[in-house]
């Protein structure tokens, strides 16, 4: 069974840091692209970042360009997201994803249950 | 960026009624749209990928349709557990993005 477990997140204060791990099984994870996707209380989703199946590549959306890093570890079978400098306006549950083909990579099928992230002082 | 907008923000309908939730991207997206199903407190669920293929396992009764700019959700004839929140994405181009999304109420 293809399974998402994201970790780390909790309470921090604004300019401060968080890393996030997502541990990933059931699945070849070098396979895939991999994701993160946000929701903030009571909004809707809102695509952050992704990396390449061999971390060659990453994109991230404007709102945290500069601020999160994405990575992974094929062989940990694990995604990250270091979150540095958080604002406010970063809380909301994270979520990693999986595309549901290794082509298509902007479509998701498995995610993980989400961890809450909360900026606040 | 491409811009997704959905209507309505709300629907309320009873059960056995046809649904229909709409999605038009800014640009064109040729093919490249995608609906997914959020319940509250889970994550979403990949319902329909490249506007018109089921993804397996989601009840038949649900179907896409659309292309270029404009996209349709049907749900033929709603059952209790179809009441949720329904976002259609774009997957055409970089970054991905998501319509603010549909609620399906109960009447």
């Known amino acids: ?3 998402l477990e994201e ?3 909790g309470l921090v204060k604004p300019g401060g840091s968080l890393r996030l791990s997502c541990e990933a099984s059931g699945f070849v994870f070098g396979d895939y ?3 993160w996707i946000r929701q ?3 909004k ?3 695509w952050i970042s992704y990396i390449s199946t061999s971390s060659t590549f990453t994109s991230y959306a404007d709102s945290v360009k500069g601020r999160f890093t994405i990575s992974r570890d094929n062989v940990k079978k694990s995604l990250y997201l270091q ?3 958080l604002r406010a306006e970063d809380t909301a549950v994270y979520y990693c994803a999986r595309p549901h083909s290794s082509v298509r990579f902007m479509e998701w099928l498995t995610w993980g ?3 809450l992230v909360t900026v606040s002082s | 960026d491409i811009q997704m907008t959905q209507s309505p923000s709300s629907l309320s309908a009873s059960v056995g009624d046809r649904a229909t939730i709409t999605c038009r991207a800014s640009q064109s997206i040729t093919g490249y749209l995608n609906w997914y199903q959020q319940k509250p407190g889970k994550a979403p669920n990949l319902l329909i990928y490249a506007t018109s293929s089921l993804q397996n396992g989601v009840p038949s009764r649900f179907s896409g349709s659309g292309s270029g700019t404009d996209f349709t959700l049907t749900i033929s004839s709603l059952q209790p557990e179809d009441f949720a929140t329904y976002y259609c994405q ?4 970089s970054p991905p993005t998501f319509g603010q999304g549909t609620r399906l109420e109960i009447k």
Do not use: R
């Open chain 1, 1 to 3: 069974q293809e399974q």
């Open chain 1, 7 to 9: 970790s780390g997140g």
């Open chain 1, 33 to 35: 692209y991999l994701s």
């Open chain 1, 40 to 42: 903030a209380p009571g």
């Open chain 1, 44 to 46: 809707g989703l809102e």
């Open chain 1, 83 to 85: 979150m540095d400098n």
């Open chain 1, 113 to 115: 249950q989400g961890t």
């Open chain 2, 90 to 93: 774009q997957s055409y181009s």
